[in-house]
């Protein structure tokens, strides 16, 4: 990731490749801009006036040899109407901001925060957010090209500029804040965009156990320990795979020794073909990415653990790839894992996150965390229901859910809550065991997390399932084609949160 700093400055004095500053609707300049302008003579009132450049949204012209500053490009970069800024535009804007000017050769860059209220946010927040859009938009994953080259990164570094000098110290404790959760968010992009060949449920143990530090304990559990803690229900699935299975589990001591930890458990399914309920041809590749649970869970506690987190955490990830050797597990078979009094008989070999999630909620569960939250690639019904722009979100526990919602909001990695009455429940009866792994056509997003709830025993607990955000093939503004990292900006919010 570039470097960002923090500074309080005029613009006509910075030095930098280029300058950006905000423009509003009506080509109205905020206080930076207004002293640029002025340092400027002419040059400034002179382009806006024969430019058709109005300040929209995301719009942006880039001026060269503005005389009385000493940086080459001056980039207008429109912010739109005043009263509509929001963190998440800021956003937006500072991603677009890097990525163009990279585009453009640029080695370093001074980016003015508009001096505009956004309601609800503090200073902070808003260094917060610009650092995390360049952060984000910069992000690539082009190791395996091999003329990645022709596009090299020029950018090198970028400053984020604020009014006044007194700011400073929180806007620096913002920017640590931003660098920790973008670092984390691009290592979880890292992971699952990482080809099933290369990250194989030991890959994933291997990486996890390299966050270990003073305060984060890592254990990876290997096939004969899997066995050792009864964890069948993940061992199932794995029959049908040449690759042996992981477990890890990741324990976090940043908060009070009597604290009860908040369990964080993400499925870590390497590559999903279905097992024997093979899936069909087209898009197959992608589902290298149903491992983008246990990718967030790991961003989760990489970010935590830089931040020093005041929090206890517990991570859970059963992690196995989902084929069809000769030994896989079949339709017909029954299963009993960790949760030694629930059997399950498998109607569909392609339900296996549930199946191996069970294990880990129960497993989980036995260790008294305060609360559960679960990160999965889960059902394609929630990719019909909400698409990309919300994890769907189900749980046993109304506060729970309702701080969900508000981190969601706040950050943008935006949760949407589908209900899970009791009546549902009846669509996993199973007519030989106590619950089938499937639930018929209808509902298939709620009947998979009342699947999951029969494991969290009564933990508060919340299922967010990521299938439909945590990768975009079109790519977005903040994030490029692949992994988008979703749920560890989402948990971060909510854990910062829980600390104060
Ligand atoms: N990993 C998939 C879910 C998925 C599908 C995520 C498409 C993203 C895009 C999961 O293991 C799965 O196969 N679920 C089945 C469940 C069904 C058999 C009840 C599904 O959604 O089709
Ligand atoms: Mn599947
Ligand atoms: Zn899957």
């Known amino acids: 990731m570039i470097t960002i700093n923090v500074k309080a400055g005029h613009a006509h004095k910075q030095r930098d490749d280029a300058v950006v500053l905000p423009l509003l609707e009506g080509r109205k300049l905020t206080d930076s801009g207004k002293a640029l302008q002025q340092a400027s003579g002419k040059t400034i009132p002179s382009f806006l006036r024969k430019q058709d450049l109005s300040g929209s949204f995301g719009k942006s012209r880039t001026l060269y040899g ?13 912010a739109g109407d005043a009263k509509k800024l929001t963190l998440h535009k800021l956003r937006l804007l500072a991603a677009k901001a890097a ?6 050769g640029a080695q370093d860059v001074s ?7 956004v309601r609800g946010a503090t200073l902070a927040d808003k260094v917060q957010a610009v650092a995390e859009g360049i952060w984000l938009g910069l992000y690539r994953f082009d ?10 990164r020029t950018l090198q570094s970028a400053t984020i500029m604020i009014a006044s000098r007194r700011d400073l110290d929180e806007a620096r404790l913002a920017l640590a804040r931003a660098s920790a959760i973008a670092g984390g968010v691009n290592f979880a992009r890292d992971l699952a965009n990482e080809p099933g060949n290369v990250c194989t449920p030991e890959y994933l143990g291997e990486q996890a156990a390299a966050l270990s530090h003073a305060q984060l304990n890592v254990t990876v559990m290997d096939r004969q320990a899997i066995e050792q803690a009864g964890l069948n229900a993940l061992l199932a699935v794995n029959q049908g795979s040449a690759k042996a299975p992981r477990f890890i589990v990741l324990d976090y001591r940043g908060g009070a020794q009597a604290d009860a930890p908040v369990a964080l458990v993400g499925k870590g399914l390497t590559f999903d073909a279905g097992g024997i309920s093979l899936k069909p041809g087209p898009q197959m590749e992608e589902m290298k990415y149903d491992m983008c649970g246990a990718a967030a869970v790991l961003g989760i506690f990489k970010a935590a653990t830089e931040l020093n987190l005041a929090v206890n955490l517990l991570g859970v990830i059963p992690s196995t790839e989902n084929l069809l050797g000769a030994a896989a597990y079949k339709p017909g078979d029954i299963i009993t894992g960790h949760k030694k009094d629930i059997s399950i008989e498998i109607q569909n070999t392609d339900a296996e996150g549930r199946i191996i ?3 880990a909620l129960s497993y989980a569960a036995a260790q008294q965390p305060a609360e559960i939250i679960d990160f999965a690639t889960l059902t394609g019904a929630c990719v019909i229901a909400l698409g990309s722009h919300a994890s769907g979100l189900m749980g046993n526990d109304e506060k729970l859910k309702q701080a969900l919602k508000a981190s969601g909001d706040f950050t943008y990695d935006r949760v949407w809550e589908l209900p899970m009455h009791e009546e549902y429940q009846e669509q996993i009866k199973s007519d030989i065991a106590d619950i089938r792994n499937i639930g018929g056509r209808e509902a298939g997003t709620i009947t998979a997390a009342c699947f999951l709830s029969r494991f969290v025993g009564d933990i508060p607990w919340a299922h967010l399932d990521i299938a439909g955000t945590a ?12 992994a988008t990292g979703a749920g560890v900006r989402l948990l971060m919010d909510y854990l910062i949160r829980k600390q104060r």
């Open 111 to 117: 980016l003015f925060l508009p001096e505009l209220a």
């Open 99 to 104: 990525r163009k000017l990279d585009a453009g």
């Open 143 to 152: 190791k395996y090209q091999h003329h990645a080259h022709q596009h090299n």
């Open 471 to 482: 990768w975009n093939m079109k790519g977005s503004e903040l994030s490029a084609k692949g």
């Open 357 to 359: 999630l069970s294990d």
């Open 66 to 78: 503005v005389t009385g500053a000493f940086t080459r490009r001056v980039m207008l970069l429109g």
